[in-house]
């Protein structure tokens, strides 16, 4: 009768089935994590750029609205920023007090203007300096804000609550309803803010820290933000020129420096500069 060998492993091919597990756990394992890692930077890629367009987008759509002549870029502590009036809306006016002052003007219906809806206005604004006064808002601008009245057979006027005088008429019977200056400024640390509220001035500098700031983007290269600005010649309006960097830290979280991945961002806008 015939012997049977009992069944079972040896010590040895336990050993060499535990060997080659680990080889292949760890095979496996580099191949997934790779997978994974390159995974999550190409969705870190796609966060950094989109963050980065929509804000840019954002700062683009507020240029191309602007007043005319408002737009104008300055440094604040050494940051570079960009200061500009935005335009609520448009319309035609009836009447307009020159010369001798008045607390209403009369314009054709505003569309897309709520009744009640208050804001400064403007006419004629030729130049930068017939925006930004001396200690105030230059001479194209009201000094207080109006209120826009009901609408009556398509026409509607607009309250001041002081007596109001322009210098000039607009060559097409327009005026402008505008809010307070606003301005895009970084603060040295990679982050992009929007001030508002902080009144007109000859120059603003020095006023933004103390008014409202909402901050618009937080991985900017600190440094790389710039803002350009060619003016208007006989064959095209004037140009906004931006660029900067975002900066995505690096695995190791170092985010200093050049250390990280970056993404250049320039964009393009042009200024329809007729008042």
């Not at 050494?78 to 010369?99: F, R």
Request: aromatic share 8%; with cysteine; glycine share 8%.
């Amino acid at each position: 009768m015939r012997r049977l060998r009992p069944a079972g492993f040896t010590l040895i091919e336990l050993v060499m089935t535990i060997v080659i597990s680990a080889i292949i756990g760890l095979i496996s394992m580099r191949f997934v994590s790779t997978y994974v890692q390159g995974w999550v930077d190409t969705s870190a890629r796609v966060t950094l750029s989109g963050t980065a367009w929509v804000a840019s987008e954002q700062l683009v759509r507020q240029i191309r609205e602007a007043l005319p002549h408002s737009v104008r870029s300055f440094t604040d502590g050494g940051n570079a920023c960009l200061e500009l009036v935005p335009v609520i809306a448009a319309a035609d006016y009836l009447s307009l007090p020159k010369g001798n002052k008045s607390t209403s003007i009369e314009v054709v219906e505003v569309s897309g203007v709520s009744v009640g809806t208050s804001a400064w206005i403007s006419v004629y604004p030729n130049s930068e300096n017939s925006v930004y006064g001396n200690s105030g808002p230059g001479n194209s601008i009201s000094t207080a804000a109006a209120t826009l009245g009901a609408v009556n057979n398509h026409v509607q006027t607009l309250t001041f609550p002081t007596a109001q005088s322009f210098p000039n008429n607009s060559p097409v019977r327009r005026l402008f309803l505008i809010s307070q200056p606003i301005a895009y400024c970084e603060d040295g640390s990679g982050r992009l803010w929007r001030y508002a509220n902080y009144g007109f001035a000859k120059d603003s500098t020095g006023l933004l820290p103390a008014s409202d700031a909402v901050l618009m983007l937080d991985n900017i290269l600190p440094g790389s933000l710039r803002f350009g600005l060619a003016a208007a010649q006989l064959q095209r309006n004037s140009i906004v020129h931006v660029e900067f960097r975002t900066l995505r830290a690096a695995r190791d979280g170092n985010q200093t420096g050049s250390t990280g991945e970056q993404l250049q961002i320039n964009r393009e806008v042009q200024l329809i500069n007729v008042p």
